[in-house]
């Protein structure tokens, strides 16, 4: 089952884009 668009959007904007946010700082600070 695939999640709504909405609730997928959410995911992304709070999960997935935080997340490479952090990697790029841990990245550009080692």
């Given amino acids: 089952a695939t999640m709504p ?3 997928e ?13 952090l990697k790029g700082l841990v990245l550009f600070y080692d």
């Fill in 9 to 21: 959007s959410i995911f992304l904007a709070f999960i997935v884009y935080p997340c490479n946010e």
């Fill in 5 to 7: 668009g909405w609730l």
